[in-house]
């Protein structure tokens, strides 16, 4: 069964850079599929922020510039750093395999999320 | 990027009750949408992805169609634990955007 857990501080001053891993057990990631992190502010709807695979990573155009997702395949983990924090990026953030059934994808499992408050 | 809305925005039902919900996307993403259901405070988890394949594990009670840009998520006979918030998704194109999510409560 393949899990997912999220780790890294749960606040991060203004204008700091968040870091954040994915763990994830019950699977290797260098044997495929992508990874991706989203992220929930609070009250609000879901957001897509990026996702990696073998060959790079493709982001979410309007965080892009400060984001930059990543893979160690020897930790079987994966990671989020997003740059010049505001309060804005306050949210619980949630990793997901980015499954595939022949062409069809879908966000599963995903891991219980970690909230994250940007505070001065 | 491909926007996704959703209808309605809150919907107040009984256990029991039949009930529909609505994605519509900003231009044709074929087949490539997923349901999901998030309870407060939990991860989400895919109900249906593929527009109408059930997700391994979730209850049959749940039913998906739809192509090209208008899509539905069913109920069939509303249960106590399906209260929740429901977010469609499309994956046909990155970034892989969620709808606003329909938020079902109980009448």
């Known amino acids: 069964q393949v899990q997912l857990q999220e780790s890294g501080p749960g606040l991060v001053k203004t204008s700091e850079t968040l870091s954040l891993t994915c763990s994830v057990s019950g699977y290797s990631i260098s044997s495929g599929y992508s990874w991706a992190w989203i992220r929930q502010p609070p009250g609000k709807g879901l957001e897509y922020v990026g996702s990696v695979y073998h060959s790079g990573a493709t982001y979410n155009p309007s965080l892009k510039s400060r984001v930059t997702i990543s893979m160690d395949t020897s930790k079987n983990q994966f990671s989020l750093e997003v740059n010049s924090v505001t309060a804005a990026d306050t949210a619980v953030y949630y990793c997901a395999r980015i499954s595939t059934t022949g062409d069809r994808r879908r966000f599963d499992p995903w891991g219980q999320g970690i909230w994250v408050t940007v505070s001065s | 990027d491909i926007q996704l809305t959703q209808s309605p925005s809150f919907l107040s039902a009984s256990v029991g009750d039949r009930v529909n919900f609505t994605c519509r996307a900003s231009?044709?993403?074929?087949?490539?949408l997923a349901w999901y259901q998030q309870k407060p405070g939990k991860a989400p988890k895919v109900l249906i992805y593929g527009a109408s394949i059930l997700q391994s594990g979730a209850p049959s009670r749940f039913s998906g169609s739809g192509s090209g840009t208008e899509f539905t998520l069913a109920i069939s006979s509303l249960q106590p634990e399906d209260f929740a918030t429901y977010y469609c998704?499309?994956?046909?194109?990155?970034?892989?955007?969620f709808g606003p999510g329909t938020r079902v409560d109980i009448k």
């Open positions: 231009q044709d993403i074929s087949n490539f």
């Open positions: 998704q499309q994956l046909n194109r990155s970034p892989f955007t």
